[in-house]
């Protein structure tokens, strides 16, 4: 079953971003998608969340929770 606190997300991209992203993973011997997470951590950490997300995340979660009880 899917972690209940992780969020699927799927993106097209040009077929050259990928190649460029598939060598520096390779470079930093690591995966594309681990690659892709470090990106979007470093680029997002200054952004604050307010209490109000993080209750909408919390909320989210127990949805997922449920769904997944319910399989």
Excluded at 8 to 29: D, F, N, S, Y
């Amino acid at each position: 079953m899917p972690d209940p606190d992780k969020h699927l997300v799927g993106i097209r991209m040009p077929r050259t971003l990928h190649k460029r992203l598939q060598k520096l993973a390779q470079e930093r011997k690591i995966t594309v998608k681990n690659l892709i997470i470090e990106i979007l951590i470093r680029e997002t950490i200054n952004t604050v969340l307010t209490p109000e997300d993080y209750e909408q995340i919390a909320e989210e979660t127990r949805k997922a929770v449920k769904r997944n009880k319910n399989r």
